[in-house]
Structure formats: structure tokens, C-alpha cells
């Protein structure tokens, strides 16, 4: 091949690789400006993942730390010691026949028991201004009594053998009963003096707070097992009449009995 030859082919290839070096020129002069006009203060930033947009989303409070003065707690107050003596109640309702303590001015000897009547209590003498007084049941209309006796005897599940008195009103009731639960004196039995008159038990404990026995001063069974533990033989024992108890406000009281 002749000299002339080579050169037009030589020419030939470095035309195309003239335009290769102009294009990659063209191309660095624009990324050069591109960065040149790009402002200083803007960085490139990423998009954040769904968990740091999450987290980024939920506002956080720094409370600043301060010092706490815990009080010291205070004092736990003592209980209030248990009274000695329970309160009187009211003489209405159904708890006023439960056995208690009351208070009641009787200057009596402690020992002594007294029968008030018309309230249907029955009281035993603690000092001179206290009493265990019990709900009763007194004679109804026309068996009702006063006056003052003695314990002359005291019996457990007493027999009973009615009064001939009582026979002729009621000629059905049988002439004796033998002592145990079904006998109408109950459990226990306080005889007073040489009358006919009993302190009792019954079984018929309904029949408390009312008049309803032949003159006879009936209890339930618990009270009068619990009165027969506290009488002894010889105590006094004074029958209000039905006109000369009152009772007052603060609690049952009595004129002072003589």
C-alpha cells in the first residue's frame, strides 16, 4: 500500500476518536458546573427507612431532673381501747331484751335484783350505777305484783307442779311435769320466799317482753341459766309496780328504791 493510502486511513480512525475526546470534555465540563452552582449549604440527604421515620415521628419529653422531698409518713394513731361498759339501748327494737350492761341508779347492794314491771326488764345490781338487765315477761292483767322477797331456793330443770289456784282456772294443765326442755319453767328456777312466785326459764321464748304468766317473772333459757350462775340464795329481790319505773333518754333509769 502506498504512503498516500495509509494516511487517508490513519486520518480515517482519528476522526472518530477525536469526537470520543470532545464528547467526554463536553461531559466534565458539565458536571463541573453542575457542582459549581449547586449552593454550599445543601448536603445530599437519604431517605430514611419506615423504622427511623417511625421513631423520628414520636416526640420525646426530657423532664429536667429535679429533687424530690419525700414526708415522712405519719403516725399511725393507737386504737381507742374497747369501752367497759356496752351501751344502754333503746328500749324498742329487737335487740332490746339481749342481755347487757346498762346504766341504772338503784343504790341497791350489788346482788340485789330488781323487776321492772312495766318495761319488762329484770335487773341485777353490778354497783350503784350499773346494772345486767334482762328482757323479761310479767304477769298479764290482773297477776301482776310488788313488793320485795328473797331467793329462798334456786333448782336446775325444776318439776312443776301447778297451784291448786291455777287448777281451777285452768283444770286441763296436768297435776305434775317433770323437769327437762318441754317444762314450762325451763331451765332453771328461783323460788321467792314462800310465795307461789318464781323467777324462771321457759320454752316459749316468743312470749318475752310480754304479760302473759300468772305473776311469775319468766326468762329465756340462756338468761336464766346466766342469772341462776349470779343469784345467790338470800338475795333481795324487789317487784316494781307497773306505775313506778321511768325510763329516761340517757338510758333505763329508777328513782332510788327504798
Not at 416526640?59 to 419525700?70: G, K, Q, R
Not at 324498742?92 to 321492772?116: K, L, N
Not at 321464748?205 to 311469775?216: A, E, L, M, N, Q
Amino acid at each position: 500500500m502506498g504512503k498516500r493510502a495509509k494516511r487517508g486511513k490513519a486520518e480515517t480512525l482519528a476522526l472518530p476518536k477525536a469526537a470520543r475526546v470532545a464528547i467526554g470534555a463536553v461531559a466534565v465540563a458539565i458536571v463541573g458546573y453542575s457542582l459549581l452552582s449547586r449552593p454550599a449549604g445543601v448536603q445530599s440527604q437519604q431517605k430514611p427507612s419506615p423504622h427511623q421515620a417511625q421513631a423520628s415521628s414520636s416526640p420525646v419529653y426530657v423532664a429536667t431532673p429535679a429533687h424530690v422531698s419525700v414526708p415522712a409518713p405519719a403516725p399511725i394513731p393507737a386504737p381507742a381501747p374497747a369501752p367497759l361498759v356496752e351501751p344502754p339501748k333503746a328500749a324498742e327494737g329487737p335487740g332490746a331484751f339481749v342481755r347487757q350492761v346498762v346504766d341504772y341508779a338503784s343504790h341497791q347492794t350489788p346482788g340485789t335484783v330488781i323487776v321492772d314491771t312495766k318495761n319488762t326488764f329484770l335487773y341485777f345490781v353490778l354497783n350503784d350505777t350499773q346494772a345486767l338487765r334482762y328482757g323479761i315477761g310479767v304477769g298479764r292483767e290482773g297477776f301482776t305484783w310488788s313488793g320485795e322477797q328473797t331467793v329462798a331456793r334456786k333448782t336446775e330443770w325444776p318439776d312443776w307442779r301447778p297451784p291448786t289456784e291455777m287448777l281451777v282456772r285452768q283444770p286441763y294443765l296436768p297435776r305434775f311435769m317433770a323437769g327437762g326442755p318441754g317444762n314450762p319453767l325451763g331451765a332453771r328456777a328461783m323460788y321467792l320466799g314462800e310465795t307461789e312466785f318464781r323467777i324462771h326459764g321457759t320454752n316459749k321464748p316468743d312470749t318475752i317482753g310480754k304479760r302473759v304468766s300468772s305473776g311469775c317473772i319468766r326468762l329465756t333459757n340462756d338468761d336464766v341459766v346466766d342469772l341462776y350462775e349470779r343469784v345467790k340464795v338470800g338475795a333481795k329481790v324487789i317487784v316494781l309496780p307497773a306505775t313506778a319505773a321511768q325510763m329516761q333518754s340517757s338510758g333505763p333509769k329508777i328513782a332510788e328504791v327504798q
